[in-house]
């Protein structure tokens, strides 16, 4: 049986509490929404403006009558208030401030009704302040074994989502107890997730109690950036939470999810001419069409039957010559060798330093040597590559979670796009996976190839890209890990690969020419010119709208749908990193400084503006100078190594540097030419 109790309370007799506007809207939607057979299939009761009385007793017979195989889902909205000991109670209408605990809920009772509670499915949702500091508890009670593990059965146990942390205040100064008066954004994310079946992640019918959190997370976190939904609780295995009726294919774009989804038949309709449109040169759409038909309802059937009519072809202006991406080059404090973006909270990340990228300040200083760094998609974790091993961060308060040991010496990092996978790689390796179940992280089944040479992970699907040294460029699933399709041979100067957000597109960069690729046949369908520039890496816009390519002569950024040049910016960078709303670009020189770009008007007045760049013209006189100077010194160690017999040895170094060095029986000469070189030189 699936029991849900809705508790919602919006008017207080003690004037100390102030009225809500959102509670009693937020608890009817949400009760038809669990109520509904397609979606929650629940046995819902809607409790509104209660007595705390009647509240505890609701409270207690629902779990006390449970049965052992039931689901039980308590949603409590309204105040939330911490006592002078810190202790949560949650307030009824009749709930006065100066007898808190014997006229409220307590928290602590709500634990308790749970822990001894036949029910050992449990869900509690808290729209309220001080939410996050709901009471852990014991697991709930099992009958058997004394043993936690064998008392949890798959997906048992008890999951706790709350709309605040529990250090986000209740109280203003004159101590007046004031709440969101505006529709809360946590509840209604969890509607839209259930209702639409946007939460149904992997896209096999069933939401999860966990994919609902992260589809909350991000919601909430989107939406109100002051606002840090939790989940807290144990549980094995996939908790059910909700249908998502008619599975659809992993891969398909939310947007259109959201559309073939909808209780609109309008929008329903639309989405499925997206899919008919599409059918024929995207695989995944074909799959969702074929799902559809089968399974869908004689409207979408039918509409999915269609003749496939060619959309027609789409004619694109050129791009101005003065339609420039980016402008004002600013150069931050501090050096790095890598820098990431935040997908959700206006930070970014150094090798040495977090950043507030809405005031350019630093927050606080990261610990020494880490040579790769890298966020999850929900912004809620930082992977960092120490000379010691793995770190994964909390972004609450940038403190260590947890540390993973690595196979080798230090390489690169990525999240999977759910924020439970982990990959870590070296060039000429192989790709190690982690996967994270609870608090732990877990080494999993690693992928395949031996000789990758460069991996890209989608940040909107559970897919990545591997590029070996073989000169095969594969897509993966990182959901089942195993690869989707056959691979494809390619250029054997291909050195980096990059995946679009949404996973439909590959850039693929040889020391020739920058390629676009279709992901689903990994056909090329794209080529980009740049013939007589030495190239060093690709990479998306979080848009996917642009494709920034860095080399010697600097980065150029090229429009994916026009394929037209849309600027240069004459200055050697390594791959350059953009803000998830694509206002700022970011890249390290090979001599480590920080270097910034906007799309704004103006920079913030604390950042330093650097002075024109060199064009690319400007910087070969720059280079001729400097090859006079080798070929000179060139002449001079030849004539040395003549003299005494040496050996002649001509070095170049990664960080830019190249010098002449002469070794023999008389000791060893080393003359430097100190030149920076951009990367890829």
């Known amino acids: ?18 009225a809500l506007r959102a509670p009693q809207h937020d608890a009817a939607e949400l009760d038809r929404v669990l109520a509904d057979p397609a979606i929650g299939a629940f046995s819902t009761e809607l409790l509104v403006n209660t007595p705390f009385q009647r ?11 449970a049965g052992s195989d039931d689901l039980v889902l308590l949603y409590l909205s309204g105040h939330g208030v911490k006592d002078r000991t810190g202790k949560l109670h949650f307030a009824a209408g009749d709930t006065r401030r100066d007898l808190l605990p014997s006229t409220s809920v307590p928290a602590q009772f709500v634990r308790e009704m749970i822990d001894h509670s036949p029910a050992r499915k449990v ?14 508890g014991m697991l709930p009670r099992a009958a058997g074994s004394v043993d936690v593990v064998e008392q949890l059965d798959e997906g048992r146990g008890c999951a706790v989502m709350t709309a605040s942390t529990h250090i986000q205040y209740a109280y203003e100064p004159d101590g007046v107890v004031r709440g969101e008066t505006e529709p809360s954004v946590f509840t209604k994310a969890i509607i839209e997730g259930l209702r639409t079946g946007a939460a149904d992640a992997d896209g096999d019918g069933e939401i999860t109690a966990q994919e609902l959190y992260d589809f909350v997370y991000r919601w909430v976190r989107r939406e109100s950036p002051d606002q840090t939904p939790t989940r807290s609780g144990t549980v094995s295995g996939d908790l059910r939470i909700a249908y998502a009726g008619t599975p659809l294919p992993a891969g398909l774009p939310d947007e259109v999810r959201y559309l073939l989804r909808s209780n609109d038949p309008t929008l329903r309709s639309a989405g499925v001419r997206i899919l008919v449109e599409r059918a024929a040169t995207d695989p995944i759409a074909e799959a969702a069409l074929a799902v559809l038909t089968r399974n869908g309802s004689a409207e979408v059937a039918e509409a999915a039957q269609a ?3 060619p959309a027609p072809p789409i004619v694109r202006k050129a791009v101005p010559d003065e339609g420039l991406v980016l402008r004002h080059g600013a150069a931050l404090d501090g050096s790095a060798t890598h820098v990431a973006f935040s997908p959700v909270d206006p930070v970014l990340a150094t090798s040495d330093a977090i950043w507030d990228t809405t005031t350019w300040q630093r927050k606080t200083s990261l610990p020494p040597g880490i040579k790769h760094l890298a966020f999850s998609a929900d912004g809620r974790l ?8 793995i770190e994964i961060l909390s972004t609450w308060d940038w403190e260590v979670l947890v540390r993973i040991h690595r196979p080798a010496r230090a390489g690169r990092l990525a999240f999977g796009h759910d924020g439970r996978t982990l ?25 395949g190839p031996e000789d990758v040479r460069a991996v890209a992970v989608s940040s909107g699907k559970p897919l990545a890209v591997l590029l070996t040294d073989r000169h095969e460029l594969r897509l993966w699933d990182l959901e089942h890990r195993t690869p989707v399709g056959e691979g494809r041979r390619v250029d054997s100067g291909v050195r980096d690969v990059a995946l679009s957000p949404d996973g439909t597109l590959i850039a693929t960069l040889s020391t020739r020419r920058p390629e676009l690729r279709r992901a689903s046949d990994l056909q090329g369908v794209r080529a980009f010119d740049m013939t007589g520039h030495v190239l060093g890496s690709v990479g998306f816009s979080p848009s996917g709208r642009t494709l920034a390519i860095s080399g010697m002569t600097g980065v150029h950024l090229w429009d994916v749908a026009s394929g037209e040049l849309r600027q240069v910016l004459p200055v050697g960078v390594k791959a350059l990193a953009f803000s998830p709303d694509d206002r700022f670009a970011v890249g390290t020189s090979p001599d480590r400084r920080i270097r910034l770009w906007t799309t704004g008007p103006d920079l913030p007045d604390n950042l330093r503006v650097q002075p024109p760049a060199s064009t690319p013209e400007e910087q070969w006189r720059i280079d001729r100078r400097i090859l006079l100077a080798l070929t000179l010194a060139l002449v001079a160690g030849v004539a040395a190594a003549v003299l005494v017999r040496s050996v002649l040895v001509l070095s170049w170094w990664a960080d830019g540097l190249t010098g002449l060095a002469v070794a023999g029986g008389v000791g060893r000469v080393f003359w430097p030419v100190k030149k920076r070189v951009p990367s890829g030189g």
């Open 1 to 18: 049986m699936r029991t849900a109790l809705i508790v919602a309370t919006d008017t207080y007799a003690d004037p100390t509490f102030g």
């Open 55 to 65: 509240i505890r007793e609701r409270i207690d017979e629902v779990f006390s009558r």
């Open 123 to 136: 869900v509690v949702w808290l729209d309220c302040c001080y939410g996050g500091a709901f009471p852990s």
């Open 307 to 309: 003749p496939v009519v």
């Open 382 to 389: 930082l992977a960092v590559d120490r000379s010691g091993g």
């Open 423 to 447: 990959l870590w790689w070296r060039p000429g390796g192989q790709v190690w996976t982690w996967t994270r179940e609870d608090d732990q992280w877990l080494m999993s089944v690693d992928l």
